[in-house]
């Protein structure tokens, strides 16, 4: 099969300053993309900024012969998200890709979360994946294509201790990618999702380091690159790290029917057995066959 390329597209990039949106960025221009660069430069819990490393993996892609803009705006500024997309529209007149990379942290157990912390890692993680989404959607929607890649995590989709803040952010994106898979779909717009696992200003206080040596962000970078071509899924969820790379799904159980006369919680307590067995549980699709299984166990059918 022809390699996969992205010749005469336009991609956005967040966070790529350094870590695993600079791998992105890197080889999404080495295959022929155009790249804004944003990143706004600050420390792993936010604080301070500037432009000098977006400024760098430019220089980075001008030396592989490729064409990138650097941007330092903060993807929770909506002038800042619009300023993004208009240098990219003003610079090459389309814009094709947004990978949703930026991120923080600001871990501590919930007892010990202050609801700033809480607030502020939200808007980064979702609220700074919902801005550029929406600033691209309709540029996407006129030209019939667009490949968006939101990135979740694991402590979203399964819980990590001490990271209320950060799992309820990830998982919120995994909303968003439901609804908008299907809003996107009749314009050829694609969203997925990347659950990566590697070594980063944000993982390297969290692990050994004969462990992070094996989790470079080059690792995760190829899913990546995958969800941005024209071969893309969409509502994909790919987990990557290490070379090793799966599919998390949400699914639903088979379940019962209890009935709709006389329901009681001592019924759904007696019934937790049938309701939680996983033999023939599958992936939840909307409007898809579980729904419809639902509605003929409700007609009696």
Excluded at 209 to 221: G, H, S, W
Excluded at 245 to 251: E, G, L, S
Excluded at 292 to 299: G, I, L, N, T
């Amino acid at each position: 099969m022809a390699d996969i390329r992205f010749d005469g597209k336009v991609a956005i990039v967040t966070g790529a300053g350094g870590g695993l949106g600079r791998q992105h960025a890197l080889e999404l221009a080495r295959r022929g993309a155009k790249v804004v660069v944003n990143d706004l430069g600050g420390s792993v819990d936010g604080s301070g900024g500037g432009s000098e490393a977006s400024h760098r993996v430019v220089e980075e892609i001008e030396a592989l012969g490729g064409e990138a803009l650097a941007n330092g705006s903060s993807v929770t500024d909506d002038a800042g998200v619009q300023r993004m997309v208009k240098d990219a529209m003003d610079a090459w007149g389309r814009i094709d890709i947004l990978v949703a990379n930026a991120g923080v942290l600001r871990d501590k157990t919930f007892a010990k979360m202050e609801i700033a912390d809480f607030e502020f890692v939200l808007g980064v993680h979702l609220m700074g994946t919902v801005k550029p989404a929406k600033a691209v959607w309709e540029i996407m929607r006129e030209q019939n294509y667009g490949r968006i890649v939101v990135t979740t995590s694991s402590s979203g989709l399964y819980g990590n201790f001490g990271q209320s803040n950060y799992g309820a952010a990830k998982m919120g994106v995994i909303g968003l990618m439901n609804t908008l898979k299907l809003e996107g779909q009749k314009n050829n717009i694609h969203v997925n999702a990347i659950s990566p696992v590697a070594a980063t200003r944000m993982t390297e206080n969290l692990m050994p380091p004969e462990i992070l040596a094996r989790l470079k962000p080059e690792f995760v970078t190829p899913a990546v690159v995958f969800l941005c071509s024209d071969e893309a899924p969409t509502g994909t969820i790919l987990t990557a790290g290490a070379g090793a790379f799966a599919c998390a799904r949400i699914v639903e159980t088979e379940g019962v029917y209890l009935g709709e006369g006389g329901l009681s919680a001592e019924e759904v307590r007696d019934s937790l057995t049938k309701i939680t067995d996983a033999a023939g549980q599958k992936a939840y699709v909307a409007g898809g066959e579980q729904t419809q299984k639902f509605f003929r166990k409700m007609q009696g059918a």
